[in-house]
């Protein structure tokens, strides 16, 4: 396929190097040129920073821009591309975004968390996608399986719920790391201690329900530890970790004594 991608952040980065190795990168747009460039060099691609020098003889348009750029990007490539297939990679942007301006409209939205400076494990990374017509979802599906073995047809429901979903798991949770480390600092405590706490809890998640997992003070309702807690961190004057400490505590306690 002749691909081309609109913006070139972190999940274009990732995704053109992986397509790239099956398929032609035609262009990177990006507003900034130099942007664009960058990526463009890395998957033997073209830059341009305007949307009227996009190449109308591609298969395929992938937008990878802020959910709140997609609907007016959509409306300018819809004027360049009537007749292409042009998806988003959005967890959270209904395909309506794109299909209520443009009839060829998908999702290619691949549930992972992404750096410029890691690998992503693509095989084993799930790949939602949809498409308003049948024919473009059988060609999306079968362009996620060539990289992906966990490929779903989902609707932009199920997806935004995977998506608020994927905010806890991996958002907030990665903000608790965060959290962890500036307490730990402050006294200058190694943050790496931690470490096997972090992995084997990720394990146990992987392995049971979270729910029947939980452990700790709120868990047991030692209102001992967890006054002594709070006072620690109002004595460090940090009322902003306070408060999330206080309600995650509160909601942990409130959920195993309606579960008791």
């Keep these: ?8 952040g972190r ?13 032609q990168i035609v262009q990177i747009y990006s507003r900034t040129l130099a942007t664009a460039q960058t990526l463009a060099i890395n998957v033997k691609a073209t830059a341009t920073a305007n949307i009227e020098e996009l190449n109308p003889e591609i298969d395929l348009v992938i937008i990878v821009v802020s959910d709140q750029a997609i609907a007016s990007v959509i409306s300018n490539v819809h004027q360049q591309l009537p ?3 042009i998806v988003h990679t959005s967890g959270s942007t209904d ?6 301006i443009h009839a060829r409209a998908g999702v290619f939205y691949p549930l992972q968390t992404f750096s410029l400076d890691r690998d992503i494990p693509w095989s084993d ?4 996608v949809e498409a308003k017509s049948e024919d473009d979802l059988v060609l999306l599906a079968e362009l996620a399986n060539q990289f992906s073995t966990r490929v779903y047809s989902y609707t932009s429901a199920q997806r935004l719920s ?4 994927a905010v806890f798991a991996c958002n907030f949770s990665n903000y608790c790391y965060d959290m962890a480390q500036q307490i730990v600092d402050e006294q200058q405590v190694d943050f790496s201690l931690l470490y096997p706490l972090i992995l084997e809890t990720a394990n146990k998640a992987l392995q049971g329900d979270p729910k029947l997992m939980q452990t700790g003070p709120a868990m047991r309702g030692d209102q001992n530890i967890l006054k002594m807690h709070e006072q620690m961190l109002q004595k460090a004057q940090r009322e ?14 409130q959920s195993h004594e309606t579960q008791s």
Excluded: W
């Design 125 to 128: 990374t799930p790949i939602f």
């Design 11 to 23: 999940v274009a980065h990732h995704l053109a190097h992986k397509l790239s190795q099956h398929h």
């Design 83 to 85: 007749n292409v297939l």
């Design 95 to 100: 395909i309506e975004v794109l299909a209520h």
């Design 162 to 165: 995977l998506h608020l979903a």
């Design 240 to 253: 902003d970790l306070k408060k999330i400490y206080h309600l995650m505590s509160e909601q942990i306690l």
């Design 1 to 8: 396929m002749r691909i081309s991608f609109i913006g070139a």
